[in-house]
T-cell receptor, first 110, second 114 residues
Framework: DAKTTQPNSMESNEEEPVHLPCNHS???????IHWYRQLPSQGPEYVIH???SNVNNRMASLAIAEDRKSSTLILHRATLRDAAVYYC???????????FGKGTKLSVIP | DTGVSQDPRHKITKRGQNVTFRCDPI?????LYWYRQTLGQGPEFLTY????????KSRLLSDRFSAERPKGSFSTLEIQRTEQGDSAMYLC????????????FGDGTRLSIL
């Protein structure tokens, strides 16, 4: 699994888009990029994952750089409930183990 | 929607005692995982089951730790002779089989060692 690097913290205003960056320069061609988030006193929650193409779901969008060395999680309109620690991870094809770093703590300002 | 359920949510015990935690995964999921999380850190992988078979154990899982999943449904994690360093949040997750399937986590059991 490739090492990922994220900023320790970010702030966003409520109802504005948020772009959370992640660097994964050592990622291999078959490693998936995953994003999870963790609200206080809860377990991590799956957000989105992708391999090469940009991905969208009801929670967020994932933009993957063409060289796959970085990606960005996009929350289109931040709400107070989006305040959480966001983890970017990579995992090998068929891998079952998730390796979490310290993540990015997102604060949303009303 | 029944997610992953963990019991108890909190456990306080004295050093040296044994503790057991239970995890009920999402019913159709045949993969089950245990993680440990200490304050300010991300979760760390402990062990993984596919059905009833324990297929991988982390080096973090000392011989005081044992996990079971007897019928491929719920799982238990037991810690014997607890130590101060065992104080953490113990998280369970489950997923279906398949390529890079997302893991669904419970809200964990917080263990405090007095």
């Amino acid at each position: 699994d490739a090492k990922t690097t994220q900023p320790n913290s970010m702030e966003s205003n409520e109802e504005e888009p948020v772009h959370l960056p992640c660097n994964h320069s050592t990622i291999s061609g078959t490693d998936y990029i995953h994003w999870y988030r963790q609200l206080p006193s809860q377990g991590p929650e799956y957000v989105i994952h992708g391999l090469t193409s940009n991905v969208n779901n009801r929670m967020a969008s994932l933009a993957i750089a063409e060289d796959r060395k970085s990606s960005t999680l996009i929350l289109h309109r931040a709400t107070l409930r989006d305040a959480a620690v966001y983890y970017c991870l990579s995992s090998g094809a068929g891998s079952y183990q998730l390796t979490f770093g310290k993540g990015t703590k997102l604060s949303v300002i009303p | 929607d029944t997610g992953v359920s963990q019991d108890p949510r909190h456990k306080i015990t004295k050093r040296g005692q044994n503790v057991t935690f239970r995890c009920d995964p999402i019913s159709e999921h045949n993969r089950l995982y245990w993680y440990r999380q200490t304050l300010g850190q991300g979760p760390e992988f402990l062990t993984y089951f596919q059905n009833e078979a324990q297929l991988e154990k982390s080096r973090l899982l000392s011989d005081r730790f044992s996990a079971e999943r007897p019928k491929g449904s719920f799982s238990t994690l037991e810690i014997q002779r607890t130590e101060q360093g065992d104080s953490a949040m113990y998280l369970c997750a489950s997923s279906s089989t398949g390529y890079s399937q997302p893991q669904h986590f419970g809200d964990g059991t917080r263990l405090s060692i007095l």
